[in-house]
């Protein structure tokens, strides 16, 4: 018996490294048909994997002639490789728990018996009821990808809407600490695709069993028929199925096909996850009109219609040797004919596979109910409605059935052909006459067909480059939504600190990651300059200057980051039904522009989008439109309270909540909304001068980070904003606020909440070494901690605290000495430091701590000259240095 195969998953994207490789060929190197630059490649990969530490720039001068192409391409095909180790190792750290000790949701693992580039399935056992399921489980590393989880969610829903002899039936979903999965039905038997190797003698079968069941057409034509009257289910139900290929279909052991795999579904009451651009399902099984694109049902029975084929023949319609080649001939061609393959395939089963084969989606079968008719009429022995019998045809079986008939007929027509060759004789001096005239026809219909010919042909090409930008486009998409930034989903607009206008945000990305980055802007950049005349291609370059745009401001690059960001909105501000987009990108300017220190700019960005949101239907918004708006409310607010209106700020962060909540009303649990809902109650206690108001938001914003991460542990922006919250109350109680006094609460409860705040931020520092908004967070948060020490008499403890933040200050300056609030932060600490120390006595050390503030204060002013927080600052070190007996020109 085969061993139980439950529903597999594979990678529902072409290879990203075969989509970068190609995309390298397109310029200063060799042809895509040479090869040889593939051949590197894969050489290259080859070395990696068996333990060589050659690096791109050892490649490089190793073939000169490929030297440019190899240090543009190789870093990020090293990147790629990382990345698919690391998601390796995450699958195997999960796999370890399978010995049946891990319970997930009421399912005991026994043992992984798939996995896929979504999840891994499991055999379980389900302890309510004591039966076997498949559980798919999606994968660790996916599980902070908000568009996977919605993938991997409506794959279940797509399965579970579907009650159909022919479809694996889904007992049940849930999830379990924050690990999603759900229930199958365990099926005995083997995939279409592990039935193919079989009878094409790839594995073990018993000897003569591989040529009698190749030969078994009735048996193919069954599963087909299975297949669509399943397909026609569940387009009844408004459900394409999108990825049909032999290793998505099971076959038990009664010989009952199954389909699995509804992870690329698309149901009729969801939006489509997929973005722009982006290709559906498995190349090799891909329909050509999936190129521009488009898919309906039709599109299933293309898919279905492979399967059969390759059972037909034992081999796939296309077996192209490389990425680049199968893109051509599934972009361009049609399948050959099955009998030129095997000359013992019935015709009119061939004449069903062509059918449902052909490139062109209306020559099709309008319907699979129509397909699984045809198959019927072939198993019965009928003619198929594929196509009309040729008349030859008719004749043939029509004398088979009246012989004498047909031998009388014969005669006659003999007769009658000798007539026809006599009268003929005089006609032949005239046909001569017209055959030359006919060929001057001729030749000039040759010249117009060549001329159309050289146009389809050029047509082609262009498709074809075009079909390479978007797969390599989708490929550096995929690269992008996996390199780890360790940030918060969010953008941090600015650093407000006891009411101060915000200094320029630190660059988030580690040195490593924006290594990553920078080979990934080289790609976009080149992408948005050679086709910014392109038409077709518009879409594909708004996407590309928005992530241009989001990459510079990774980079700390802030003023390029707008400049993108810019030509973005230049090329959808002209397109209809684009104003969710617009308002996004208009925040996202707006943030920039508020973390230079533009509030006014910034103010009137965020006003702009949040009235053509407005104007647009307001509450009647989808939910896209709904969450900008929510976040141009919550942006303006910032804006606000940063020009001292308070009353504006307030109503602005109620608008955000209000929005957020009406859209968890209607997607309850949605991690991002309530997240972000999270944020603005933060921001909401700035407007607040009572300590009851403060602390409510305070309260609600740290109860839902704490549920998200119980939910969500591996999620570290959620950590990281908890830890923020749980600094906020810090504001509440400093001396030099005005009115403190009268909100203050006992310093104990704010020295316990900030010393939970550092617990969080050493732990996520530990995790992300790295990360330098990490490390900032902490060090800042730190010196809260020693101003309120101070304030409670514990002025060594102080001291130590000042000293851990003033290390990783130092760390942060050392290594991002362009990043100017690296230096605003340690003149701030050395000044506090600097006091402390002078009211100890120490006046030696303090002369020199309070020197060093001074010298990154002024530092600091040569690029800000304006800034009153640290001008104040410098003040401040300024004066205390002069009571210590220092010198300060």
Known sequence: MDRPTPAREEDHRPSGGTAARDSAQTEGGPAPGDGSFERLVEAFLARRRS???????????????????????????????????????????MALQADGSWVLGGFRILKKIGEGGMGVVYEALEERLCRRVALKVLSPVLLSSRELRERFQREARAAARLHHTNIVPVFGAGEDRGVLYYAMQYIEGRTLERLVKDWSGCAAVPEGAAREIRRDWPRIAR???????????????????????????????????????????????SHDLTRPGVLLGTLRYLPPEQFRGVSDERSDIYGLGLILYELATLRPAFDAASQNALLLAVSREAPPPPRSIDSTIPRDLETILVKATAREPERRYPSASELAADLQRFLEGRPVLARRMGAALRLWRWCRRNRAVALLLGAVFSLAILVAVVASAGYVETSRALERESGERARATRERERAEGERERAEAERSRAEANLRLALAAFDEIFAQVDLGEPARFQAGTLSEGEAPV???????????AILQNLLKFYDRFAQANVEAADLREDLIRAHRRVGEIQRHLGNLAEAQAAYSRARASLVDLPGRTTEVAAVDIEIGQLLLAKGSVEEAALLFRRARESLEDEGGATLDDAGAYQLARSAKYGADADLLSRDVRSARAGYARACQVLEDLLARNPGEADYRFFLACCHRAWTRCEEGRQAQSEHVETSTGILQELCDEFPSVAWYRYELAETYATVEGEFSRDRPGAGRNAARPEEVEARLQKARMIEEELLRSYPAVPLYQASLARNLRKLGHLLVERGKAAEARDVYGQGLALEESLVERFRDVPIYLHDIARTRCRLGELLLEEGKKEEARSMLAASVAAAREYLTTDPDHRPTRAILDQASSLLGEAGGKNR
Do not use: C
């Open 223 to 269: 599963i087909g028929r299975e297949l669509a009257s399943a397909l026609a289910y569940a387009h009844s139900q408004g459900i394409l199925h999108r990825d049909m290929k032999p290793s998505n279909v099971l076959l038990d052991a009664d010989g009952t096909a199954w389909i699995t795999d509804f992870g690329l579904a698309k149901l009729p009451d």
């Open 51 to 93: 333990g060589s530490l050659v690096t791109p720039e050892d490649f490089a001068r190793e073939n000169p002639q490929h030297a440019r192409r190899i240090q543009e391409i190789f870093p990020v095909l090293l990147a790629m490789e990382n990345l698919r180790h690391a998601a390796g190792d995450a699958g195997q750290a």
């Open 504 to 514: 320029a945000p630190p660059p988030v990305a580690s040195e490593d990651t924006a």
